[in-house]
């Protein structure tokens, strides 16, 4: 394939520079100085064949024998008080066996928790909700947060409706305005976003006797299972929970969700299993969903570009929920000296947040990488020259720990040479016509280390098979493939050799797949299991070949000596040799303290802008990525391809709307609540810095869930600045956005 | 509720399905049930007997004749995920906004979470279970493998489903007809591109074989 010839060939310049460091003696981490056969290629998925012939088993898709099916009924207004509940007529239903009250008092949201049935038919329990009597007592509610802020607002929880939740300094801001040759300020919105995984919410409870074994749709079988005991009152040793095959996440499926206890207190109640399956509108309400920003940002830099001075006050409303810290990219990725941030949660009567792929990173890039735009436009500088000037080399604007690694100036390097960077408009907007092209480009820092003591299982048969066991879970990033391939690798197997087993709380334990987490977390594990294995075969294969267990190499399903290759033992017949089927533990190893572990990247969008209709068209995304290693190339792509398309749907398209008279949402669905679809969809090329982390873990790898997401908005919303001369400032830019903008910019000149 | 027009067999009407079902008051009671709303509860559990009038349909599914009750108010979504257990046909809206229960009908890709089961009668189903010769995958399967056209692979039976009606008309498709092809499905995961390529990919093979 063309596009990965061309990321090759950019890519080995840089390679090149690092054989050349080895050669001269120069510190090049351990783990880069091997040379892997499967580690750091493309491997398509060792479960693709289940996934395309519908073999692959979702939550919705699995019935257990008995099962019940359960509906929740959920309160239509955004504020109410419950007066009184009658089940009488929904429990008389034929086919009912269950309904219970889950709520009393106040409900703060459209789409709370009130009752729940269990029946013997999606259709019957439906019925049965029709037939639940509750009668309200609206109360006036707030669904806006500017609204939200306002004195006399209604107020959401029983304290204030605006809450400070965060608050950072260093230095001094006022010195640091005063030595400045220009400042700016700017404010910066955007909108309430709904996760819309493609698998709704679904969870399936079963009790045997005190010990509850649960399925369920989730990014997180441990945390679910805790959460399940907490809220049962019960032992976690007594809850199970299971993850088979998961239809998206995106945070939305990070710990228990209510409906699960639900179906877990129903099942209870009847004897019977439970199955729960929300709706598309549920989804919309009452799972979580991405909080909007309000982000004032001053800043002040010398006439060279140094930064000198940077102030941030978010006010962040994720509903009945918190809002997201959204100052780290500000505090931690450009030198700075003199920084003060303050951040706020604005509480409304709406469902409440949730993490959504990089929680705060978004929306904090959005209002830090358009800044640092409209400040390089006043100053007349380059928007990545100005970057550059503030690259910092340690966290928190240079004043923390250095970065273990960091990969971000290749980022710009490969990635403005890729789009064409001065093919830019060099003053915003100087374009002419109707169709305005720009460039522009944004920054990206996160985290994605990976949670140490993660623990991984390998068990060698005595047939010499070779099962991976590890609780984690596979959201669709291709970690049942990677786990395969890291084994395979070291074993000197091929991927399809190995048998993977996650998604189970009975397994050792890993943490939530959320945070760019896994892959750091789950691969240096199962790769430390799989060299304990290796280890104890290389003994098994020099007695039986009579030489040194220090010779023996791993390859090809074969043992054999380094020094004299044709002397060898088949993996199989070497495995024959374990008195017992053999189970070698892993574990992910501790962050070596005094560095900072970070992930960086850059993307560089060019966008064509209508001036007529208002519509922006995102032409092409070059989107470059420090991760560490890469440990699977074709699966990595993907990521960065989803990210972006997340991004840029984000950009143009989507906002939860509210009524703000009826506190009700208006586009609870996939009709009215805008996604990208594969119309909008942008040249899209992932080129990653292969640069490995000397010691984040044993395979040098930082996590990429995150990542592809954080910087593509910020970058979009840029080169329609770079095209039009008019920073919109806020998401989604949708076309009267875009021609209020165009208008204001005509009335201003 | 099609995607594309096409010529029926059988020009369906409400009142001859109304008909079939034995007409006079129950035909008046199901009118309103078909118009979704609400009836008075049924009588009796359907563990034990049917809740609605029901009606046999007799249709192919993937190359198997079937022949089942239906309710009026069953999809052919519900019938295929719950009555024949083939939960491969995902039901993601319910409502025909994102194409994740896209099958084939006669050759055409349908939302089978709008199509009335019962309209079904005497046609040839095809759901992603139905694509592969035994162990041989469709090559539209073997690319969406090869190119990773996938994520979390909850939307991924939809996008093979349109695939393979788009190339079953179109063995040459240029990148905007598989956009225009593909336009009626979602990706959450936003996979979008490497479906392209794997589309692309599933046509140049099917081209040289």
Known sequence: MKKHEIIDDLNAAYLEEARGKKAQGKDVPAAASEDFKLIGRATPRIDGRLIVTGKARFTHDLSLKNMLHAKILRAPYASAEIVSIDLSQAQNLPGVRAVIKLKEGRVRYEGEQVAAVAAISEKIAEEALQLIKVDYKILPHVVR????????????????????????GRGNVDKGFAEADTVIERTYKTAVEIHHTAETHASIAKWDEDR??????????FSVRDGLARALGIPASKVRVIKT?????????????????TAARLAKETGRPVKIVLSRRENSLCVGNRPSTFITIKGGAKKDGTLVSLTMKNYTCGGVGRGDRSSEPLIDIYKCPNVKVEEYTVYTNTGA????????????????????????????????????????????GETGIPYSSKGLSRCYDLGAAKIGWDRRNKKPGEGRGNKRRGLGMASQIWWGAGAPGTL???????????????????????????????????????????????????YPWAPSSGGSQTTPSVAPAVRDAALKAAERLKLLAAAILNVPASRIVLADKKLFDKD?????????????????EAVFHGERNDLPAGFAYNSFGAHFAEVEVDTETGQIGVIKVVAVHEVGRVINRLTAESQVVGGITQGVSAALFEERLIDDSTGQMVNPNLQNYKVATPMDIPEILPIFVDLVDPRINNLGTKGLGEPPRIPISAAVANAVYNAIGVHLREIPMTPDKVLKALQGKEVSS | MEKMSKKRKKIFSRRAFLKGLGGGAAGTALASKFLGRGLASPSQEKETAPVYSQKTVTFTANGRTVSLEVEPRETLLEVLRQKLKLTGTKKTCDRGECGGCTVLLDGQPVNSCLYPAFRVEGKTVTTIEGLAKG????????AFIDKDGYQCGFCTPGFIM????????????????IKTALSGNLCRCGNYSKIYEAVKTASERMRKS
Request: negative net charge.
């Open chain 1, 353 to 396: 947040s949730r993490p959504t792929r990089a929680p705060g990173h978004v929306q904090g890039t959005f209002a830090l990488e358009g800044f640092l735009d409209e400040l390089a436009n006043e100053m007349g500088l380059d928007p990545l020259e100005l970057r550059r000037k503030n690259y910092s080399s340690a966290n928190q």
């Open chain 2, 135 to 142: 162990e041989e995958l469709h090559p539209v399967q073997q």
């Open chain 2, 162 to 177: 349109s695939s393979v009606a788009l190339l079953s008309k179109n063995q040459t498709p240029t990148l905007p007809e």
């Open chain 1, 145 to 168: 947060p500017e609204k939200g802020m306002e004195e006399g607002a209604p107020q959401v929880h029983d304290s204030a409706n605006v809450e400070k939740f965060n608050e950072y």
């Open chain 1, 245 to 261: 095959y998961m239809g998206g996440g995106f945070g939305s499926k990070l710990g228990v969700n209510e409906h699960t206890v």
């Open chain 1, 212 to 221: 509850l074994t649960v399925w369920d749709s989730t990014q997180a079988v």
């Open chain 1, 564 to 580: 004299n290759p044709g002397v060898s033992v088949s993996f199989q017949d070497a495995a024959k040799e374990l008195r017992r």
């Open chain 1, 456 to 506: 991984a299982d390998i068990k060698i048969h005595r047939d010499g098979s070779v099962e991976v066991i590890c609780g984690t879970q596979d959201i669709g990033c291709g970690t049942r493939t990677y786990i395969a391939t890291v084994a395979a690798e070291t074993l000197g197997l091929d991927p399809e050799d190995v048998t993977v087993k996650i998604g189970d709380t009975v």
